[in-house]
């Protein structure tokens, strides 16, 4: 199975700052990983697919990139409703596995 | 607009049957490939299985291998989750999403949409 590892398990970040969220797989996936957001109670939203595919309706500050076996979510100019919990889900064999998260929270 | 609505959590002793349905619409539900995720409370996502468009083929993680089976039907727009001997450490939120991709299933264009989730808590 691959294993998917996030880095940091948590942030603390103030509007407007720059957050960038790792995802490292244990092996190469070429550009076949996701990102969602998660807030409390809810469920996931798909924000980024083929590593760095931004989905329809997701706003411009959002943005992915990598190859292989590391990836980056990079959130410019964090607004209010960015805080949440960011996922990375690979895409390239079965098992298809979730990194552990990261907590996006106000500084 | 596209929907997904599951049903059928509750609370289940150990090592008894439940079965989630999950009901689409907003979409043409036998063009899509179809995942079950869970989420253990305060924990992260688990991929749990998927079926593809049109039923043959299946695939699911480890954990569930040999107890649960996913299916659908298309005529009635629904996919369902049979879980057997169900254990404590199921308890989770189980959520259906749609493949975003017409033509995959691995999920390669990710998960979306997501329904909003079915509570299901194993306790004796």
């Known amino acids: 199975d691959i294993q998917m590892t996030q880095s940091p398990s948590s942030v603390s970040a103030s509007v407007g700052d720059r957050v960038t969220i790792t995802c490292r797989a244990s092996?190469?996936?070429?550009?076949?990983l996701a990102w969602y957001q998660q807030k409390p109670g809810k469920a996931p939203k798909l924000l980024i697919y083929?590593?760095?595919t931004l989905q329809s309706g997701v706003p411009s500050r959002f943005s992915g990139s990598g190859s292989g076996t590391d990836f980056t979510l990079t959130i410019t100019s964090l607004q209010p409703e960015d805080f949440a919990t960011y996922y990375c889900?690979?895409?390239?064999?079965?098992?298809?596995?979730f990194g552990g998260g990261t907590k996006v929270e106000i500084k | 607009q596209v929907q997904l609505v599951e049903s059928g959590g509750g609370v289940v002793q150990p090592g008894r049957s439940l079965r989630l349905s999950c009901a689409a619409s907003?979409?043409?539900?036998?063009?899509?490939?179809m995942h079950w995720v869970r989420q253990a409370p305060g924990k992260g996502l688990e991929w749990v299985a998927v079926?593809?468009?049109?039923?043959?083929?299946?695939n699911y993680a480890d954990s569930v291998k040999g107890r649960f089976t996913i299916s659908r039907d298309n005529s009635k727009n629904t996919l369902y989750l049979q879980m057997n001997s169900l254990r404590s450490e199921d308890t989770a939120i189980y959520y259906c999403?749609?493949?975003?991709?017409?033509?995959?299933?691995?999920?390669?264009?990710?998960?979306?949409?997501w329904g909003q989730g079915t509570l299901v808590t194993v306790s004796s």
């Open positions: 083929a590593a760095s």
């Open positions: 999403a749609r493949d975003a991709s017409s033509v995959g299933w691995h999920g390669e264009e990710g998960f979306d949409p």
């Open positions: 889900q690979q895409a390239n064999s079965f098992p298809l596995t």
């Open positions: 079926i593809s468009y049109d039923g043959s083929n299946k």
């Open positions: 907003g979409f043409t539900f036998r063009s899509y490939a």
């Open positions: 092996q190469g996936l070429s550009s076949w």
